[in-house]
């Protein structure tokens, strides 16, 4: 259950307890804290441990420089890091860097990886049970790998055609389309996951784990059938917060595995991601003539700048032009 909140002592005084608790009194996703937690400790131990409030701006650029020139590191991640330690200073400390005079380098702009209706067709072909069904959702409706895996047995709507996403990127909400393709075997799951919860209650489990404070305010839902997971792992976990064993859903990495075999197997020589399903759903739904519009709700972006790097997608290679080599045959 990584993807669970650790509990953190309200009354500790430690640096780290104090800004986990103030990271969640500003309601940042728990993936967003693991994140934040990460590189500010790293720049602590970069500069051997000295406490942050002791150090500003100028340590700051040292630690970036770093990145930048000693390690490597990407754009994407020197703004990442950047992005850290500004929340570190200005937000918890209350000592904005006012002057950092370091700059990231412009961010390259990547092309997402697609595959083809027969890549994903063979691939699919390659899968089996709940792993198929995952990445058919992932497809179907342009879910994205975490939101598959957090799907609740109520967030499937068999009369509206909808799925609805709980908390997605962002901390917001959205409905999908619920292909019809995958009405019977989402309802095939369902009745797996029923079987399933009512073998759980009788050995003492059964209980979901419910986000924030749900738990407390509704007591008796975590043990229905509505809150339990539409894709369960085949073991049971103990809840970080609690100590208490539960299952919890399918582990990210289960599913990556599943998808790199299939991919290997169908003999597609793309790279091997779970969210170029996505990429695929976007990209294949603006070939069929869809407007952007209606691709960036379903998808769930906030700006349609984002969803317009598909346009670029589909027009690669093609544009109606005739190369020059093609003439010489």
């Known amino acids: 259950m990584d993807d669970v909140s650790i509990p953190v002592n309200p009354r500790s005084s430690r640096f780290m307890d104090r800004l986990r608790i103030f990271m969640r009194s500003q309601g940042l996703a728990w993936r967003t804290e693991q994140t934040y937690i990460s590189w500010i400790k790293r720049y602590i131990f970069f500069h051997h441990k000295k406490h942050p409030q002791e150090m500003g701006a100028a340590e700051v650029e040292a630690f970036l420089q770093n990145l930048s020139i000693n390690r490597n590191c990407s754009t994407a991640t020197q703004t990442l890091a950047l992005n850290s330690l500004v929340f570190l200073y200005k937000r918890f400390l209350s000592t904005p860097l006012d002057n950092l005079k370091y700059k990231p380098a412009i961010a390259p702009k990547r092309l997402p990886v697609v595959y083809s209706r027969d890549e994903i067709r063979a691939a699919i072909s390659k899968m089996r049970g709940s792993y198929r069904l995952m990445v058919e959702i992932m497809y179907g ?21 909808n799925i609805f996403v709980r908390g997605g990127k ?37 209980e ?7 738990g407390r305010k509704f007591p008796s839902a975590a043990s229905s059938l509505c809150w339990q997971y539409v894709f369960p792992s085949a073991k049971i976990s103990k809840d970080p917060r609690t100590g208490t064993l539960r299952r919890h859903h399918v582990h990210f990495s289960s599913l ?22 996505r ?12 407007d952007l519009r209606t691709i960036q709700e379903l998808l769930g972006h906030a700006d349609v700048t984002t969803t317009e790097i598909y346009t670029h997608v589909i027009n690669r290679g093609g544009k109606g032009v005739l190369s020059p080599i093609d003439k010489l045959s």
Do not use: W
Not at 208 to 214: E, G, I, T
Not at 256 to 266: E, F, N, Q, T, W
Not at 269 to 275: D, F, G, I, L, T
Not at 283 to 288: G, I
């Open 170 to 206: 962002g901390n917001k909400d959205r409905a999908t389309i619920l292909p019809s393709q995958l009405r019977e075997p989402l309802r095939d799951q369902i009745q797996k996951v029923d079987r399933l919860h009512l073998e759980d209650l009788a050995e003492g489990f059964g």
């Open 279 to 290: 990429h695929s759903f976007a990209t294949h739904l603006l070939e069929s003539g869809y």
């Open 141 to 161: 409706s342009g879910l994205r790998q975490a939101e598959v895996l957090s799907l609740r047995v109520k967030d499937i709507d068999f009369d509206s055609q």
């Open 256 to 277: 990556g595995k599943h998808v790199s075999r299939a991919l290997k197997a169908a003999g597609v020589n793309k790279p091997a991601r779970c969210h170029s399903f």
């Open 208 to 214: 979901a784990y419910m986000p924030n404070a749900l």
